[in-house]
């Protein structure tokens, strides 16, 4: 039977200052899958057509073995043993999250991806089995969890046993084969040890929004930690846990208790390293504070960059303004929106 569906993925904003690779924020910028199912046979490779509209739409790949999306879904469906899209589908893609920009656009595509093949192959996955299949593919947790489940979500890997762990680690080529010349050897590949990943949702008081800037250049997720040490001093670490701890549940109370978010917001286990990346970083982010602009409750890099979150509860336009003026100064023009919180997190509507 013709189906017809859409499966809607928020953006993300991954660490919210010390909580490196552990908590997101899912935010109201949604990736769209409009699907359609037809019976008849189309001829289509890996039958699936894919259009697409929205940010990436002049350069991401439309063929279904290329793009992330449907790559992701041919993952999934491999897994069950099924080597191309069942029925003739058409993915319309509508993407407003900007990429490469510390919004989570590729943990959206992934979750979508994902999702996407669970409704296809009408596999009946619960959210947290889809979860392992996403970090099987993206190996840090903060930005799918929070697109998958939603909200302000904190999040942790399980100790795998040595077996689970050897399905884990292997090459990211396995998972998801490269069109040509890739390992797409027609063997089922590796399916998700289960229960790879663990999370839990924080509160939120609802007065809080964030304030998105973002800047008009791309920094990939992997450059990004490429400028990352791989030890850290037991100093520095204690400094982000301590801040952490207090964080999460800071950002619950209502009313919100600025000092206590600014400072909890520091971080010296990323935002320090990634500044040869982003002109202007550091300055940037002490241009603002809870004296100089009301309203702001603290300020971070919004995932692994370039965007800079500002947690406000009004006043929005001003401590927008003061951090546009700071990246113009070192040449760089952003955009900016206030953003929600995406509570609910990946939807699937059935049409
Ligand atoms: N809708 C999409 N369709 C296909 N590929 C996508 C889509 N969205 C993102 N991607 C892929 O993901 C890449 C961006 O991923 P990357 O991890 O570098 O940044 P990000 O996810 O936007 O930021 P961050 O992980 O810091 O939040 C894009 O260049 C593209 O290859
Ligand atoms: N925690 C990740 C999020 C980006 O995907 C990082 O900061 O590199």
Not at 171 to 177: D, I, T, W
Not at 188 to 194: D, K, S, T, V
Not at 279 to 305: D, N, R, Y
């Amino acid at each position: 039977m013709p189906r017809s569906f859409t499966i809607r993925v928020p953006c993300s904003s991954a660490n919210i200052g010390p909580g490196f690779d552990v908590v997101g924020l899912a935010l109201s910028i949604w990736l769209e899958l409009r699907v359609k199912t037809d019976e008849a046979i189309s001829g289509v490779p890996q039958n699936c057509e894919i259009s697409y509209e929205g940010e990436g739409a002049s350069d991401l790949p439309r063929e279904a073995d290329s793009n992330l999306i449907t790559r992701t879904a041919l993952y999934v469906l491999k897994c069950h043993d099924i080597r191309s899209f069942p029925a003739t589908t058409f993915v319309h893609i509508v993407n407003p999250i900007p990429l490469g920009r510390g919004l989570g656009s590729s943990g959206a595509a992934v979750v979508a991806g994902v999702m996407l093949a669970n409704s296809i192959g009408q596999f009946g996955l619960s959210k947290e089995r889809m979860m392992d299949y996403c970090l099987m593919i993206e190996r840090h947790p903060d930005n799918v969890t929070a697109a998958m489940m939603g909200g302000f979500v904190g999040s942790y890997l399980r100790e795998l046993d040595p077996v689970d762990m050897e399905r884990k680690e292997i090459p990211l080529s396995e998972v998801l084969p490269e069109p040509a010349g890739g390992l797409d050897t027609g063997l089922r590949p590796p399916e998700p040890p289960y229960g790879i990943g663990h999370h839990i949702k924080f509160g939120w008081a609802k007065e809080v929004k964030a304030i998105a800037i973002i800047p008009n250049f791309e920094l990939s997720t992997a450059n990004s930690r490429s400028v990352l040490p791989k030890m850290y001093s037991a100093k520095d670490m204690i400094f982000n846990l301590q801040r952490l701890a207090v964080l999460t549940t800071a950002l619950t109370r209502s009313p919100p208790d600025a000092d206590l978010i600014y400072q909890a917001m520091q971080d010296k286990v990323h935002q320090p390293y990634r500044k040869t990346l982003i002109p202007g970083l550091t300055e940037i982010l002490l241009s603002v504070t809870p004296k100089s602009h009301p309203g702001l409750l603290g300020i971070c890099l919004s995932g692994a960059g370039p965007t800079i979150l500002a947690l406000a509860t009004h006043n929005f336009d001003k401590i927008a303004s003061e951090i546009l003026a700071r990246f113009s100064k070192e040449g760089v023009e952003c955009a900016w929106k206030v953003l929600e919180p995406a509570y609910n997190g990946a939807e699937h509507v059935e049409e």
